[in-house]
Structure formats: structure tokens, C-alpha cells
């Protein structure tokens, strides 16, 4: 049974920093594409950061780059999710999810996913 664990999440000021964690088991983890997404109250589940199998390819959509970034640590099955400079903007339920196996595409198919983790950024 696939499970991602997120973790890291809370309350932060604006221009802090937050990092978020996600631990996966019942997966050969190496073999799979991972992402962060996150969704606001009213909006939709976007896709924010994506990394590949080996993490040679990232992906971020124009709100975070420059400010976040996206790694991962395949002897702990666990990916990360580095956030600087945070605005109020960013205030979300934010979600790890693994895409296919073996696929290099890393901005779609996304099959398994995290229970979330709120991110809250004062002002």
C-alpha cells in the first residue's frame, strides 16, 4: 500500500521560510516522479513543483520560482519542498503526490497522493 506522509507545515510570517517534507512507503520510490501541489480555500489542486526519477529535471510553475525549490533524497524515500521569501499567497493545504512509474513526465499523471499539510502565511 502506497502512503505519502507530509509534514513541516504550520504558521509563518511573510518573507520566512518553511520546509516541507514528505516520507513515501510501500513504493520503489526511485522508480516514480514526485510533486508538490497545493490548494487554497475555492481553488483548485495546482501543481506547483515536480522533480524527476533521479532529480536531473525540475518543474516550477511561475508563482514559486526564484523562491522555492524542490528536492529529494531517494536512500529516504523522501522529498522536500524548501520554501523562501513565503508571501500571503501561499497560504494553502499543500499535497505530495507520485506520478507514474518510471515516467519522465513529470507535469502530469500523478496517481498517488499525500493527505496535505497547511502552510498559513501572516502578513
Known amino acids: 500500500q502506497v502512503q505519502l506522509a507530509e509534514s513541516g507545515g504550520g504558521l509563518v510570517q511573510a518573507g520566512g521560510s518553511l520546509r516541507l517534507s514528505c516520507a513515501a512507503s510501500g513504493l520503489t520510490f526511485y522508480t516514480y516522479p514526485m510533486g508538490w501541489f497545493r490548494q487554497a480555500p475555492g481553488r483548485e489542486r495546482d501543481l506547483i513543483a515536480a522533480?524527476?526519477?533521479?532529480?536531473?529535471?525540475?518543474y516550477y510553475t511561475d508563482s514559486v520560482k526564484g523562491r522555492f525549490t524542490i528536492s529529494r533524497d531517494n536512500a529516504k524515500n523522501t522529498v522536500y519542498l524548501q520554501m523562501n521569501d513565503v508571501k500571503p499567497e501561499d497560504t494553502a493545504v499543500y499535497f505530495c503526490?507520485?506520478?507514474?512509474?518510471?515516467?519522465?513526465?513529470?507535469?502530469?499523471?500523478?496517481?498517488?497522493w499525500g493527505q496535505g499539510t497547511q502552510v498559513t502565511v501572516s502578513s
Open positions: 503526490a507520485a506520478g507514474l512509474m518510471y515516467s519522465r513526465d513529470v507535469q502530469r499523471g500523478y496517481k498517488y
Open positions: 522533480i524527476s526519477m533521479s532529480g536531473d529535471n525540475t
